[in-house]
């Protein structure tokens, strides 16, 4: 059978870019969700291809995460819309976090202390934090500081990544019914060759979304919360009392 796998989530860098990758499998065919039972009867691939084209068929979803990346600690809780739009933090490998808002082609963002010191190292951290005074960074996507949050918000781009899959020594199979987040759902559970183990939840009512997903690997155990889908992305930004210009960041920075 095909496959349904998490594999990458990495947020870890200075202005908290996150590069959001998803790859499973299923043809184009699917859509809405067929009522209370209309899952039961399908089989784990049909559900498969259903839920991952209600994934793409979302105008804007809230993509919650709790696990690891390349062995190190991530945790991200990001709402994000097809127009390039979201809101909420992002997590470093480090423990850190960083308070993000992008509407259309601007920026805030605030990174916490831990962030910036794994980022740019103790001293340049305090200098840093000297000059913002805990207020938001604002600007622009075409600022280079700033631009990772253009590929951050962007879910088309996550939708993009998900891809058509072979084999690849995995079988997936419909696990027992269950209730997720107060959801009824359907597990699809798969298992790879080299002992990584996935199961999607697939709501099983309404329209089949993923609701969640929890991935083993390596003796790691990685889960996340895919909710919200077709809510709106928060418009309020923070007040120009809370924020600093990159621009005046720069400059009282060069005076230091």
């Not at 997720?180 to 979304?209: H, R």
């Not at 790691?220 to 809370?242: F, G, M, N, Q, R």
Request: hydrophobic letters at 35%.
């Amino acid at each position: 059978m095909n496959k349904i796998h998490m594999v990458r989530v990495m947020a870890a860098t200075a202005c908290a870019a996150a590069l959001i990758g998803v790859t499973a499998c299923g043809s184009e065919s699917g859509g809405k969700g067929d009522g209370k039972s209309g899952l039961d009867a399908m089989s784990a691939q049909q559900i498969s291809d259903k839920a991952m084209q209600a994934l793409r068929d979302a105008k804007s979803l809230r993509f919650k995460q709790d696990g690891f990346t390349q062995g190190q600690p991530v945790k991200m809780n990001l709402i994000l819309d097809r127009q390039g739009s979201c809101a909420g933090q992002a997590g470093g490998a480090k423990g850190g976090s960083t308070d993000v808002i992008k509407l259309g082609d601007k920026v805030w963002m605030k990174p916490d202390h831990a962030t910036w010191e794994e980022q740019i190292g103790a001293t340049k951290a305090a200098t840093i934090e000297g000059v913002t005074k805990g207020r938001y960074i604002h600007g622009p996507t075409s600022d280079p500081l700033l631009a990772g949050m253009a590929n951050t918000c962007d879910l088309t781009k996550f939708q993009a990544a998900i891809k058509g899959g072979d084999a690849s020594g995995e079988d997936m199979a419909k696990g027992k019914p269950a209730t997720v987040e107060g959801k009824k759902v359907i597990p699809l559970e798969s298992k790879s060759g080299k002992g990584e183990a996935t199961t999607v939840y697939v709501a099983s009512e309404g329209t089949p979304y993923p609701v969640k997903i929890v991935q083993t690997e390596g003796g790691k155990t990685t889960t996340t919360l895919i909710t919200d889908y077709d809510k709106p992305v928060p418009t309020a930004t923070p007040s120009a009392a809370e924020t600093i210009d990159i621009a005046q960041l720069r400059q009282q920075l060069q005076g230091a």
